[in-house]
């Protein structure tokens, strides 16, 4: 079986600007995870970046990526509108999955591909995190203990103005007492969305394990895989961008 093609994109900016987060992921974000999806059997991992040229993200790009995950924050307005339509036509007519993370959830390409606010309750205030699964037989639940436990992370609370999922995988709980709908999935076109809460950039989320296995569950869950009309009729290709 051929290697599945993830792109991780980081937006990079908190880790060059905030020391804290530099000390946390000194490399950027996009290491801390793609360290750990290349020690994985069967993936091919890179990464790209906001500063690139096209943001990293250029057709050719696109092109051999079966995965794209995403991480933004502050410079999501920085993000080309025209780098959102691509990545947006190569989920929709090539099948290329999407895992958005953490603060993606304002990205363009999320609401784009959602199609609603995509707003949130927050609070930065060091609270637990229990993250319940509540599909023990979804692919990206696979080999997950009932309940993730992160000792301190943002809050994030209903209401998730996200329209309703295919499938809501994992549901959060914090100190607070607010709940949250934190992993969730859809089908947009040919590709697969997968959203995933944790990984506020002042918080070590992404060293933790479980954390990192449930985004490689992600990867593979979301990797097109292909369907019967798929050789026989369509040709999988994107139309060149202004057609
Ligand atoms: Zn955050």
Redesign the pocket.
């Known amino acids: 079986m051929s290697p599945i093609r993830v792109t991780v994109w980081n937006e990079f900016e908190h880790e060059k600007h905030n020391e804290k987060v530099r000390s946390i992921y000194p490399d950027g974000i996009h290491e801390a995870i793609a360290g750990h999806l290349r020690k994985q059997d069967g993936l091919e991992v890179t990464t790209a970046t906001l500063d690139q040229p096209e943001h990293g993200l250029t057709e050719e790009v696109l092109e051999k990526t079966d995965v794209l995950v995403w991480w933004g924050?502050r410079a999501h307005h920085k993000v080309e509108d025209a780098i959102v339509d691509r990545v947006q036509k190569h989920v929709l007519l090539r099948g290329m999955g999407l895992i958005v993370l953490?603060?993606g959830h304002f990205a363009k390409i999320f609401k784009r591909l959602m199609g609603t606010t995509c707003n949130l309750a927050w609070r930065e205030a060091k609270d637990k995190e229990r993250l319940w699964v509540v599909n023990p037989y979804h692919p990206i639940t696979a080999g997950l203990p009932p309940c993730i436990e992160i000792g301190e992370e943002?809050m994030y609370g209903e209401f998730f103005d996200i329209p309703e999922p295919d499938a809501l995988l994992l549901v959060s709980w914090f100190t607070g007492g607010e709940v949250f709908r934190s992993g969730a999935v859809w089908h947009r076109g040919k590709g697969k969305v997968f959203y995933f809460r944790p990984g506020?950039?002042t918080y070590p989320t992404y060293h933790n394990p479980e954390v990192l296995k449930v985004i490689e569950n992600g990867v593979r869950w979301a990797a097109f895989a292909g369907n019967a009309l798929e050789n026989k009729v369509w040709n999988a290709k994107v139309p060149p961008e202004g057609a």
Do not use: I, L, N, Q
């Open positions: 924050h953490h603060s943002e506020h950039e």
